[in-house]
């Protein structure tokens, strides 16, 4: 077990070193300063601005040195946003997306199982059918609009929740909601289509012969079998929402980490852009991981992956 | 299942719809404001501030040698009193006795150091240009000759001589923007990072002082006990939210979270405009800016002055007011904004088709092509709503008036910002906003062909010339005239196509009263106040 | 004796065979099969219906159609839809009907393609890493992790700045990193449907590697393959609004769905069509790809055969 951490380890440790280069390259070949303003700025401050961060120096010692800030988790001053360091803007924004992710991944996972187990138990009834047309709501309508439009509706003609902001509990409620709705539906087809084909094998119709009620056969027998894609599925789902979403974070005014992912481009502020880069692919790389773990909870017959070639 | 929710939810809202009080009879208690800034300010240091929402916070906590009033005219702020030389190149100012939030005596050193700092070589600043009107400023910035050699000097602990690099007759205006403030010297030299955060290092001269930033989040500022003023000051609290979303601001302020929406620190969404202008409820201000196109004049078919001059005739500027930005902007066909220049000059007429295919034929004749072989145009413009939906109108008035083909490129801010750099572009949109209240700030731009502003690679030698002169002069009248003949030269020559000035829109509460915006965009909270209960 | 005889009469078993025979429906083929199984599905016929109204809808209504897609007449903007202008007007005063279906073969076309093109190469890449293992699949799936985090704005900005905006650069971008999500979960599939006996026991017959695959793992993870294939279409319509809004796409005055969905929410609150329509449209579009796309499971699903 432990050789086999250590060289998932290694592994994981390759990846981030290549995901750094390449984001490091990728980042420096496209046009943009991230000085420059629509108001010009002379060229002679523009070339001290560049020295004063080091920006002047050619791209292999700039890498170098970034790679040895990397090791030591110090991942250097933001460019636009002075006297803040990119560590900073990750530990006062996580947490704030963390607790909104962590809410909408329970609401998308609690909801999304629950609705795809009543319409594989009701196939082809109305109650499937509705819930397919749920589904279909929440994945062919975007997070923003959906959010958009609660706002109106629910904060502002109805006065039920606040408008905006980060603060109380129902703050948190409609950024949740928009965030959920997309995995919850997809997780509700996706437990859905695998648990009406599990319901149809012999062994379940064998379980319901011999007398065991409904939900114990839902949980023990059913469940198990047809939570594969889900829990695959919920890998880079987590990573993904506990970073945040740029978009529900600008309606919503929350001050977490998901709008820095699309702002440090904007401004080309390179320093934030590899740490919020790495920040997310430690975090990846990590769900995933427990992932493949959790497949032989979920069904022994899966050896560890690694031990088998076919 | 779900259709009982969704029946008492309809029920809800219509019941509602009918409700009235609520937000609209919302009352405050307190002398509290409650506003919101669209972005975070990168930084709050105003050596370094960039952006119209930063100083928009500075202001607040950070006052002048002086302050404009309504007509843009000087006041003492913290220099009770300023004279000039003759020649206008001479600038000496007697400081009160002002203090800092912490209590120290404002003094003449602080100014001293902070211009000096500004213009060190190798402090990070990008808007150090501004100081380069004084004398040995840019000289020093380019690390030419030692900061102390530039012109200002600390005569004693209150009184400030300043030597210009050549004559400016409205230097003292010029001395209100953030750029000529000073910062504490006491804690800036000890405390580096004394602007990073709201700690007590966070130290100002004005008005209000900074209680907490949390970034991203909110700014709250309290009344400043040691302003020199305070006894005027009537807030005791401002509270900013910093929401960038402009449709939940709106909402917000609909809903009496917030006082005021909008311009300067915001913006009021364009398709809320024609709805909010019918309850009337929208307060439009001019601002000394202008929205234009240009024209890379070194590339073909550009570099032909008909072809400039039809394109930028031919542009419907009321139709794309009226109809597009919806803030009552005044359209452009001049390049300084009426603002500056109390008249308001139109050097031809909006729209005016038969001129403008003449200027097009002409065009054609002289660079020796048919129609046919007139090649398709690029129009390029960075990625916000606003700009595309301008471009979309006017790509199609040029391509109706003059049977041509006309592309749009939308690109990445920075992309753009780059393309627009190394002249890599046949025509652009392009913005700018007064950096203080004199033609020059605009014309300059075109001044040499190396300018930094000029993407437009024109240049024209008596043009030069004019702005060359105007420096030298300091009688007003002479110098107007010879700034208003180098903008007619400008026009006539089109190197850019002006489209509007523009204006500020914002919505208030009934109950704040004293807010003060000038159109140069500085918000002034000094005497603002809320009707209570 | 007698009663024996009786009781037990030797059956002729020709005659018996004929008379069953007669009896018995003529079997039919799988896909017979499964067409029939299609069209009793009511709520698959709505689906399949509805898409090819709409794809008929975006091929021909823009040819017929009064008003171009492009003109603009500012005094008319922001009507409400009317008889002249069935669904409104837009911000600039063109016709939001024409504009819709002009949009709907942007937004056909790139949903389509991309997710096709997602599709094949997830399906392919999942179910090798799954099914060969070891080390081979260990970096295949490393692989895919990295092209998921490597920030995917910073790749358009570079397509865009090399090979230019169209519609072609939108395809190519969707498909960049749009196939991973599926391949994980063919690959999760593989794993485990690799370790059933039937597949033990066709690779002990000396069944090829590709055959495998083909014909006994694949078709058997169908159901996962659907729900995600539904899932990448709007996905792919909505990536292209975003892609689209910062320059990569089709430029206007060409719009599609997405883009004009984005552009009518801030007037949403005013001008409700203006969100209404294009929203609308898509959420019909992933509908009916949805109803079809779990009648077309139900429909091949070999233990539902009757």
Known sequence: MTKYLIKKAGILLASLFIISTLTFFLMHAIPGDPFVQDKAIPEEILKALHKHYGLDQPLYVQYAKYLKGLITWELGPSFKYQGRTVNQIISEGFPVSLVLGVEALFLAVCGGITLGAIASMKHQRWQDQMTMVIAVLGISVPSFIMASFMQYVLAMKLDLLPVARWGSFSQTIMPAISLAALPMAFIARLTRSNMVEVLQQDYIQTAKAKGLNSITILFKHVMRNALLPVVTYLGPLTAAVITGSFAIEKIFGIPGIGQWFVMSITNRDYTVIMGTTIFFSVLLLLCIFIVDLLYCLVDPRIKNPGNESF | ?533 | MMEEQALFQPLDRASQLLVEESEVVAPISYWKDAWLRLRSNRSAMFGLITLTILLTLAIFAPLFSHHTYYETQLHLKNESPSATFWFGTDELGRDLFTRCWWGARISLFVGITASLIDLIIGVMFGAFAGFVGGRTEEWMMRIADILYTIPYLLVVILLMVVIGPGIFTIILALTLTGWINMARIVRSQILQLKQLDYVKAATALGASRSRILMYHLIPNAMGPIIVTVTLTIPSAIFAEAFLSFLGLGVQAPIASWGTMANDGLSAMRYYPWRLFFPATLISLTMLSFNLLGDGLRDAFDPRLRR
Not at chain 2, 3 to 23: F, R
Not at chain 2, 290 to 312: G, L, M, Q, W
Not at chain 2, 395 to 417: D, Y
């Open chain 2, 1 to 533: 299942m779900k259709w009982p929710v969704c029946a008492s939810l309809s029920l809800m809202l219509m019941a509602s719809s009918c409700q009235n009080g609520g937000p609209s009879s919302y009352r405050p208690t307190k002398q509290e404001l409650r506003l919101n800034i669209h972005s975070e300010p990168p930084s709050l240091d105003l050596r370094k501030a960039t952006d119209v929402t930063s100083v928009s916070v500075i202001r607040m906590c950070f006052e002048g040698l002086v302050s404009l009033d309504e007509n843009g005219m000087a006041v003492p702020a913290i220099a009770e009193r300023f004279e000039h030389s003759d020649d206008y190149t001479t600038f000496t100012f007697y400081l009160r006795d002002a203090k800092w939030s912490d209590g120290q005596p404002v003094t003449a050193h602080d100014f001293e150091r902070t211009w000096k700092t500004m213009l060190l070589p190798t402090f990070p600043c990008e808007f150090a240009s501004d100081l380069f009107i004084l004398k040995n400023g840019e000289a020093a910035k380019l690390g030419r000759c030692s900061v102390e050699e530039v012109g200002v000097q600390a005569v004693d602990a209150r009184t400030l001589v300043v030597k210009l690099d050549h004559s400016v007759p409205y230097f003292f205006s010029l001395t209100a923007v953030h750029a000529f403030f000073a910062v504490p010297e006491h804690i800036v030299s000890a405390h580096p990072d004394w602007a990073d955060n709201s700690t007590e290092k966070f130290v100002g001269n004005g008005p209000f002082q900074m209680k907490e930033w949390r970034h991203h989040n909110f700014i709250e500022v309290q009344k400043n006990p040691h302003y020199w003023d305070q006894e005027k000051v009537r807030l005791e609290r401002i509270f900013l939210t910093l929401i960038e979303d402009e449709s939940t601001e709106l909402t917000m302020f609909e809903n009496a979270e917030l006082d005021w929406a909008g311009s300067p620190m915001s913006t009021l969404p364009i398709d809320a405009m024609a709805s909010l202008k019918k309850k009337q409820e929208v307060t439009t201000y001019p601002m000394s800016g202008v929205y234009y196109y240009v024209f890379n004049t070194k590339e073909f078919p550009f570099n032909n002055i008909h072809i400039r001059r039809a394109f930028s005739l031919c542009i419907n500027r009321k139709a794309i007011i009226d109809n597009i930005t919806q803030s009552e902007q005044v359209p452009a066909m001049a390049m300084i904004p009426p603002t500056i220049w109390k008249e308001e000059r139109r050097y031809f007429q909006d729209h005016d088709l038969k001129e403008a295919r003449r200027e097009f034929d002409l065009g054609l004749e002289e660079l020796n092509i048919t129609l046919s072989q007139f090649p398709p145009i690029t129009l390029s413009f960075n990625s916000a709503s606003a700009h595309h939906k301008i471009a979309q109108a006017i790509q199609e008035q040029w391509q109706r008036t003059f049977g041509i083909r006309i592309r749009l490129e939308n690109k990445e801010w920075k992309v753009f910002l780059d393309e627009m750099r190394h002249y890599k572009f046949q025509v652009a949109r392009m913005g700018g906003i007064a950096s203080f209240k004199d033609p020059t700030t605009f014309l300059d731009f075109y001044r040499y062909l190396s300018s930094s502003n000029n993407n437009s690679q024109w240049t024209n030698p008596r043009f030069t010339e004019l702005l060359e002169q105007s420096e030298k002069i300091f009688d007003q009248q002479e110098r107007t005239a010879l700034l208003m003949e180098a903008e007619k030269i400008l026009i006539d020559e089109m190197p850019i196509a002006p489209i509007y000035f523009y204006t500020g829109s914002y919505m208030k509460k009934p109950y704040v009263k004293g807010v003060y915006i000038s159109d140069m965009c500085d918000v002034n909270f000094k005497m603002a106040y809320v009707e209570t209960k």
